[in-house]
């Protein structure tokens, strides 16, 4: 899908990192590090970079980067990474950071794996986090002729999934039965 001009045109993860930012404004400290998980084309992470945050993205496709991105990591190895990697099968040579961040990412994968994945990025998280994750079927599945939501399920569902992991803090803004977003907090 990454091989699709049109599908680099949507970040979600971009467009939801103010809400991260006015939540957590008051609670991240200077040094403080943070993982994209599922970071796509890691506009959301090259943000969190200029912010000045030390940044891990991670995704399981390597031709995900935008290419602005690809050159970020090139020049600030030291401050900004990136991993390919399952999230349901994460390396223990990646390290917990202060904070995480996944957005349209959870619903991608297969619901046999969600647990897991939950498990394994709560097991990198040390001071909280942000969650976004959509309820429906997202329409570019049929450009490709592929289902991408794998895990179609609600919000209670859902909320039932992350509390198993971590304290749930507040919801953010919500787009009712679309998607929601979740403030996390170990």
Known sequence: MWRRPEYRQNSPGFHAVGEFFKYFQDQIDEGDSIIDFGCGTGQ???????????VHMVDIASNCLDEKVSHLLSLCPEKIAFIEACLWDL??????????????????????????????????????????????????????????????????????KIKKYWKVDAFGPEVEGYRFSVYIKR
């Open 91 to 160: 390396s223990e040579s990646l390290s917990p950071a202060d904070w995480i961040y996944c957005c349209d990412v959870l619903e991608h994968l297969p619901e046999k794996h969600v647990d897991a994945a939950l498990f394994h990025m709560a097991s990198r998280t040390k001071k909280g986090g942000f969650l976004q994750i959509f309820l429906k079927e997202e329409p570019f599945g049929d450009l490709i002729g592929k289902k991408l939501h794998l895990t179609v399920q609600s919000k209670e569902w859902w909320v039932d």
């Open 44 to 54: 959301a992470g090259a943000f969190f970079f200029v912010e000045g945050l030390s």
